[in-house]
């Protein structure tokens, strides 16, 4: 079966559904039917959402399938829960997220690159799960 249209061929505006029938019985059903939220994501993103849910939302499993980082897979899954409308509001950027935050705050708040550094340290074993935690958590 051919994936359902989302965007017009001729203005790209979005299509809606308006009428679905039962192959089975031959019923039809006409009406304002709302579009499915994975409807609109690129083959990527869904093949990598749903290799995520295989893996049950273990992201170093994952990582190894794939053979990337974990810092990749978890990279690769914020741009497949944009795509789909699921992350809700973005995370400022350093500048403005300086901006936003009271100094004392700041002054405690990791950077995502020592983030980053911490993950990478727990996805090659050079350090527990426990021990990232504890490094994640001290800020």
């Known amino acids: 079966m051919a994936k359902r249209l989302v965007v017009c061929p001729v203005c790209s505006g979005d299509l809606s559904v308006s009428k679905v029938s039962c192959a089975a019985c031959g019923i039809s059903i006409e009406g304002a039917f709302g579009a499915c939220r994975f409807c609109k994501a690129q083959p990527e993103h869904a093949a990598f959402i749903e290799m995520f849910l295989r893996h049950r939302g273990n ?6 399938e794939l053979g990337v980082s974990f810092p990749t897979v978890a990279r690769r899954l914020d741009a497949a829960l944009d795509a789909v409308g699921l992350r809700g509001d ?3 950027a350093p500048a403005e997220a300086a901006q936003v935050q009271p100094a004392h705050e700041s002054a405690r708040t990791m950077s995502d ?3 980053r550094a911490v993950l990478e340290m727990l ?3 050079e350090i527990s799960a426990e021990e990232a935690t504890r490094r994640l958590q001290e800020y």
């Open 123 to 125: 996805d090659r074993g």
């Open 59 to 64: 992201m170093t499993s994952l990582a190894g």
């Open 90 to 92: 973005p995370q400022p």
């Open 113 to 115: 690159a020592a983030r």
